[in-house]
């Protein structure tokens, strides 16, 4: 399931849809770092969400873990969850 969002996350409609969930302040903060990067919201999404994939340490994980195995929708919440941390400098 999160496999599957994470491949799709750099197609426009799919991000769009994601990034809709998102509380506005954070929405506003991808916005600006897409626009900084000269990304689109797809493409810097997803990038963010791969390099988190790629180099988050245990301890996010483990975080990330417990918060998803609560929810309705794990893949969605992984994404809005790593998007979210991405935007308050948790993953540096």
Not at 11 to 36: F, W
Not at 51 to 79: H, K, M, N, Y
Request: proline share 3%.
């Amino acid at each position: 399931m999160l496999g599957d969002l994470i491949a799709q996350l750099d197609r426009p409609g799919i991000a769009a849809s994601v990034l809709t969930t998102l509380d506005p302040a954070i929405m506003e903060q991808i916005e600006r770092r897409a626009a900084a990067a000269s990304m689109t919201l797809a493409d810097f999404s997803a990038g963010a969400v791969r390099e988190f994939i790629e180099r988050g340490d245990d301890d996010l994980w483990f975080q990330l873990l417990t918060i998803i195995r609560q929810s309705d929708d794990p893949g969605l919440t992984a994404i809005l969850t790593i998007l979210t941390w991405v935007c308050t400098d948790q993953l540096s």
